[in-house]
């Protein structure tokens, strides 16, 4: 289940299901966005990358969608690992040479 | 993908000291360079941005002359946070925009614990 309150929002899922992480964007004019993954005690991780022309990017296993009506954003994990276990972001960028901004975080534990 | 470095990955010093945290980008010349704060269990906090061999541009509420920006090459961006105090203690992260890239590449990020 998904919980939001004082702490980071998590999202717990079987070893071996589908896993989605939601992310809700701020700023109508960014025209780029990055899902990261953060492990404990270590910088972001790229994950996936889509710009504002596209509605959908795959990867391996991994699949991003956007939603520019909505300013919202998806990261989709297919047969979730206990790898995958970490905080995710996503962040998104107005331009090229400018700080990307980012979403709260998902904390996602895979369970055996 | 391109690297970024820090150093070091964890420092503890003592409350009134200052301390510098370098940011190398290994393998790419970068023009632009964050620095970023992380809270426990938050987000990343954009800190400021710093353009090689100009001033660094500081976001709302961040005292310049607290932490102090260099960005002396286009692969080498420093934060010195002067005399430390236990609330300055946090995860630091930056990361590094260059070339015709559009993405940017994060450092493993310092944690600082001021005592």
């Known amino acids: 289940g998904e919980s939001v309150g004082l702490h980071l929002p998590t999202l717990s899922v079987q070893e071996g299901d589908n896993s989605i992480i939601n992310c809700a964007y701020s700023?109508?004019?960014?025209?780029?966005f990055i899902w990261y993954k953060q492990e404990s005690g270590k910088g972001p991780q790229f994950i996936i990358d889509?710009?504002?022309?596209?509605d959908k990017r795959q990867g391996q296993r991994v699949t991003v969608l956007l939603n520019k009506t909505v300013k919202h954003l998806s990261l989709q994990i297919a047969a979730t690992q206990p790898g995958d276990s970490a905080v995710y972001f996503c962040a998104e960028n107005i331009g090229y040479g400018q700080n990307f901004v980012f979403g709260p975080g998902t904390r996602l534990s895979v369970l055996p | 993908g391109a690297v970024v470095s820090q150093h070091p990955s964890r420092v503890i010093c003592k409350s009134g000291t200052s301390v510098k945290i370098e940011c190398r980008s290994l393998d790419f010349q970068a023009t632009t360079m964050f620095w970023y704060r992380q809270f426990p269990k938050k987000s990343l906090m954009l800190m400021a941005t710093?353009?090689?061999?100009?001033?660094?541009?500081?976001e709302q509420g961040v005292e310049k002359d607290k932490f102090l920006i260099n960005h002396a090459s286009l692969t080498l961006s420093t934060l010195t946070v002067t005399s430390a105090h236990p609330e300055d203690s946090s995860f630091y992260i930056c990361?590094?925009?260059?070339?015709?890239?559009?993405?940017?590449?994060f450092g493993p990020g310092t944690r600082l614990t001021v005592t």
């Open positions: 710093s353009n090689e061999g100009s001033k660094a541009t500081y």
């Open positions: 990361s590094a925009c260059g070339g015709l890239a559009y993405e940017q590449y």
């Open positions: 700023n109508s004019a960014s025209d780029y």
């Open positions: 889509i710009r504002s022309n596209m």
